[in-house]
């Protein structure tokens, strides 16, 4: 295993404080988080390091809905294929940031889940400066109590 995916561990990701948030208590199955997200595949951290991950076929089928789909900050329940993962569910997220979906009018689109903190970035674009409006359109993104702009 490489020194990179041995440090992807769901422990470091906080498998902890999402099971204290969370009531009812999370299921007794294995868990992990997905800490990047590919087109149609992921990349998780479980307890015994980063794994590799897609979506199972009943999953796949039984979810059409682009909100319950993972991304990146998800907790999910996972069963081990070989050297992957096959994603079984996706558990209650405690937050999120969403979008309209650029493609599907009246849907949302997920971009991230469980946060506790969001930093806002923006470069400084020359003799132009910083684009305040920009800031102000990702900030009016993360209105949800659980998350920290910065």
């Keep these: 295993m490489s020194r990179e995916s041995s440090q992807l561990t769901a422990g470091a990701y906080g498998l902890e404080r999402y099971r204290n948030l969370q009531s009812p208590a999370v299921p007794d199955h294995e868990l992990a988080r997905v800490v ?3 087109r149609n595949s992921y990349t998780l951290a479980t307890d015994k390091g980063g ?3 897609k979506l199972s076929g009943q999953f796949s089928y039984s979810y ?3 909100e319950t789909m993972p991304v990146s900050g998800d907790w999910v ?3 081990h294929a070989g050297e992957s993962a096959l994603i079984l569910d996706v558990l209650p997220r405690f937050s ?8 599907l009018p009246g849907t949302m689109q997920v971009l991230a889940a469980n ?3 969001l930093f806002i970035l923006c470069t400084f674009e020359g003799a132009r400066g910083i684009n305040l ?3 102000d359109r990702y900030l ?6 659980q998350i920290q702009p910065v």
Excluded: K
């Excluded at 999120?96 to 493609?103: A, C, G, K, M």
């Excluded at 009016?140 to 109590?145: A, E, K, M, N, R």
């Design 96 to 103: 999120s940031v969403r979008r309209q979906h650029p493609h």
């Design 51 to 53: 794994l590799p991950g």
């Design 77 to 79: 329940r996972i069963r």
């Design 115 to 117: 946060l506790d903190v």
């Design 140 to 145: 009016s993104l993360f209105d949800s109590p």
């Design 133 to 135: 409006n920009r800031i």
């Design 36 to 38: 990047c997200v590919h």
């Design 64 to 66: 059409t809905a682009s």
